[in-house]
Structure formats: structure tokens, C-alpha cells
């Protein structure tokens, strides 16, 4: 009767320690982090209480590691449900804090809880966002910084570069880095703007060449006026001379994408081959829509 109940206790408890051990590996780094704690105080009180019971049963499992002996450790089974009760609670908080963070900035909903977890245990130095961004912002590959850790601008994986209008100085939003990534979104929307504005001005200027703009500018820039350009005029054609005017921009269009073919044949670096390739496919739609 007594190894009967003894493996049915040691049955019970393995079946807990499992659980327990396992929420405790995952929680563990996480609580270690005192970003997190601070901004955690409930969850970090009720983790440091599992920590204190955690390391005590350690310790005399340490000083008579016999399992037959287990059941002579004083409240074993209730330390480790009472353990894996509150670190089902901890749990809850942890995914309610990340809600709220996913909330305030929506482009977290495109990482794991690790990654999100990584970059709010890193406060204190935004440099360690970076490997991250990709998954938030496509087409982004890292954000330009100052020896201030100031963030300047951005850039493309093929190291294409666009300037901030403002400054973006993370430590003064402390341990909130949902809200200077909210600052990041928002230079990025007007950063690109501005080179749009100046490069449709650069594009109507009389001494600018068509051949020389579509290499001076950022790739998306020179795809957004292109299109832009073509639909302008289009629209003018069409009021001013109707399809006689659509017939004779046919031929402007026919003559723009043979210059962007012969540029493409020639000495290009790998970012002017990607932008020119993409910029001949939607040269030859342009025209196709057009005859």
C-alpha cells in the first residue's frame, strides 16, 4: 500500500514539475530583465515568489536527489501547483501587457511574442531593434543612427538611404519604444514625401534629362512620379488633343523606354539594375495601356 501511494504521489509530482519546469524556462529570462519588472510589477513580485520556491525545492532535491525520497520534502505538490498557479497568472498579465503594446503600435502584431519580448527587455539600447525591423516594415533594413543614438533616416537591404526631417532622440521616450517606433512610421510617410516633392520639381525642370533623373533618385521614388507623370498626362492629352494626342504620346512613351533599355545595357551598379528593371515593366505597361 505504501509504494502504491508513493508512486502515485511521485506520479503526481513529476506531472507538475514538468509543467512547472517548463513555464519556469520560458518565464525565467524574461523576469531576469529589469525593463521588464519595472514595467511588470505584479507579474515580477509573483515570478520572484516561483523563483524563492523553485530554488528552495532545487536545493533539496540537490541535498537527497534519491526520488523515492521526494515525499519527505515538506509541501512539495503544494509548492509546485501553487507555483504553476501563479505563473498561469503571470502568464495572462505577460500576454495582457503585450496586447496593450501591440495596440499602441500595430506593426508588433507581425512578431512573436520572443522577438516582442526581445526588444522590450532591451530598452536601453535602441541599436538592439534593429534586427527586427525587417519584419515590421518591409522593404526596410535598418535605421541610420548618430554616435547620440539619434535616429536619422533609413535604410533598403540594397543600402538605399533616405534622411528624416526630424530627428527621433529614443531616450526621451524612456522605456516606451512603442512610441519612438510610432515617430520612426511617421519620419518614414514624410521622408519619402519630401524626396517625391523634390523629385517631381528636379523632373520639371527644363535642364533636367529624363536619363540622368531616373539614376540621381530612390527607387520608389522614381516609380511613384513616373507613374505619376504618366497619368498627368494622359489626363492633358486627352482634354487638349484626344486620341490624336494619345497617338503622339505613344511615341514619346515608345522613345522614354528605349533610352531606359539602352541605359539598362550599359555599366549600372546592382541598385540601378533592381530600380531600372522595375521601372522597364512599368514602362512597357504604361505604353501597352496607352496603344
Not at 526630424?166 to 524612456?174: G, H, Q, S
Request: with cysteine; proline share 4%; net charge negative.
Amino acid at each position: 500500500v505504501r509504494w502504491e501511494k508513493l508512486m502515485l504521489f511521485l506520479q503526481e509530482v513529476l506531472d507538475l514539475w514538468i509543467k512547472v519546469q517548463s513555464a519556469y524556462l520560458y518565464l525565467e529570462p524574461i523576469f531576469s530583465s529589469e525593463d521588464i519588472t519595472k514595467q511588470m510589477p505584479n507579474e515580477a513580485r509573483k515570478f520572484a515568489e516561483v523563483n524563492s520556491n523553485w530554488i528552495d525545492i532545487m536545493r533539496k532535491v540537490e541535498a537527497d536527489p534519491l526520488v523515492i525520497n521526494a515525499d519527505k520534502i515538506p509541501g512539495l505538490q503544494k509548492k509546485l501547483h501553487e507555483s504553476l498557479m501563479m505563473m498561469d497568472q503571470i502568464q495572462k498579465g505577460l500576454n495582457d501587457y503585450l496586447e496593450t503594446k501591440r495596440l499602441k503600435f500595430p506593426r508588433f502584431f507581425f512578431l512573436s511574442n520572443e522577438d516582442l519580448l526581445n526588444i522590450l527587455a532591451e530598452t536601453k539600447d535602441p541599436l538592439l531593434v534593429q534586427p527586427h525591423l525587417k519584419k515590421c516594415f518591409e522593404g526596410i533594413n535598418e535605421l541610420v543612427f548618430t554616435q547620440t543614438v539619434e535616429i536619422i533616416g533609413m535604410k533598403s537591404p540594397e543600402k538605399e538611404e533616405i534622411s528624416f526631417i526630424d530627428n527621433i532622440a529614443p531616450r526621451e521616450y524612456k522605456s516606451n519604444v512603442e512610441l519612438w517606433l510610432l515617430k520612426v512610421e511617421e519620419q518614414m510617410r514624410l521622408g519619402v514625401q519630401k524626396e517625391i516633392d523634390k523629385s517631381l520639381q528636379d523632373y520639371q525642370n527644363p535642364k533636367t534629362k529624363r536619363i540622368d533623373w531616373v539614376r540621381k533618385w530612390p527607387g520608389q521614388v522614381i516609380l511613384c512620379i513616373s507613374q505619376l507623370m504618366w497619368t498627368f498626362q494622359v489626363e492633358k492629352r486627352l482634354q487638349e488633343q484626344g486620341l490624336d494626342g494619345i497617338v503622339e504620346y505613344q511615341e514619346e512613351l515608345t522613345e522614354q523606354l528605349k533610352e531606359i533599355v539602352k541605359l539598362v545595357r550599359g555599366q549600372l551598379t546592382d541598385l540601378e539594375r533592381v530600380m531600372l528593371g522595375a521601372l522597364v515593366v512599368l514602362e512597357v505597361h504604361a505604353r501597352d495601356v496607352v496603344a
